[in-house]
């Protein structure tokens, strides 16, 4: 009979056998079938042509156990018989298939589990033919499955994750779960929970940029600055406009200074103030309030007004140009 080995890419120096074998196999066959299945291994490397009797002598075993051993392993689906004599198959497409492969006489419930499970061994080949030439480690397929429930992402989303860690010259799975959690932190799940997300971070990155420009920065906005710019767009809901309201307060400043932005911004909001119109007209009121009680102070005489409502603001606000 001929050996063969199916889709052996390149012929190496040495019998690799794959950790599955041990995990899955090797407690299930006896010593002898095992003997013979890594015997069979290692000649189908070099596409031999032999019998059963030259197993036999080799091997030290009779013929019937031979046979016996090439049916067991026949039946674990490990070896396949054709003409010329048996494809040995890889053992982690195996075990891959058997996770994923659709069942018959299923609930719905587990028809659509099946029909899930179908869906992400799709991606899982995407990701391992498109980011790791139909070479990545097994062990990265348990990996993907575990943020598959983990993260609830569905298989676009994940195959979106390898993409841009790929282009980010980033492909470790430390990176990746990094990426992975700022993403399910912002409840994405989906395509267009995704597509939503990257659009708002563009908005974002733009008005990073623009404060950065007005604020006469050479440099990118450190972390915690490009923090702040996040939580007046995203937690704020403030548009530009509203933002270059607070902005020109710092033309009354050396060193522009973002806690101070904070600082207004956070007031406003706080006040449940949500369009530069509603802004505006609070600091034409409250420049009014502090001007009458000043004319109060002045025509009195008595120059400790209690101010205990407006001192803070009056300092947060001075020279304010509205």
């Known amino acids: 009979m001929k050996l063969e080995q199916a889709d052996l890419s390149s012929l190496f120096s ?24 890594l015997y069979m ?19 030290n075993l009779s013929p019937k156990i031979i046979q016996d051993s090439v049916k067991y392993w026949e039946e674990q689906g490990v070896i396949t018989k054709k003409n010329s004599g048996y494809i040995m198959h890889n053992l982690q497409e195996i075990e891959l298939y058997n996770l994923y492969k659709p069942k ?18 799709e991606a899982i080949t995407c990701i391992n033919n498109r980011y790791f030439s139909g070479l990545m480690p097994t062990t990265w397929y348990s990996d993907i499955e575990l943020w598959f429930k983990k993260y609830g992402f569905d298989e676009q989303v ?18 990746i779960q990094a990426v992975a959690e700022t993403w399910h932190k912002n409840n994405i799940k989906t395509f267009s929970d995704l597509e939503a997300y990257e659009e708002k971070r563009e908005k974002v990155n733009l008005i990073a940029n623009t404060i950065s420009k007005k604020l006469g920065f050479n440099r990118q906005l450190s972390q915690f600055e490009y923090a702040y710019v996040e939580k007046w767009y995203v937690d704020y809901g403030y548009s530009l406009d509203i933002i270059e309201i607070a902005l020109k307060k710092t033309t009354s400043k050396t060193n522009p200074n973002f806690d101070y932005l904070d600082k207004l911004l956070s007031d406003w909001h706080d006040r449940n103030l949500h ?11 409250f420049k009014q309030k502090n001007k009458n009680i000043q004319k109060l102070e002045k025509s009195t005489g008595y120059s400790k ?18």
């Open 14 to 37: 040495h019998t690799e056998i794959p950790d599955i074998f041990f995990s899955e196999y090797l407690s299930q066959a006896n010593g002898d079938f095992i003997k013979v299945y």
């Open 41 to 59: 291994l290692f000649l189908s490397k070099y596409d031999k042509d032999i019998k059963v009797n030259d197993l036999s002598k080799k091997l």
């Open 104 to 121: 018959t006489s299923l609930s719905a419930e587990q028809m659509q589990k099946s029909a899930e499970s179908q869906k992400r061994a």
């Open 158 to 175: 994940m195959i979106a994750l390898f993409s841009t860690c790929f282009d980010r010259s980033a492909l470790y799975k430390n990176y």
């Open 275 to 285: 369009s530069a119109e509603e802004i505006q007209k609070f600091l034409l009121e």
């Open 305 to 322: 007004y209690d101010q205990r409502d407006y001192t803070n603001l009056d300092n947060l606000y001075a020279n304010l140009k509205v």
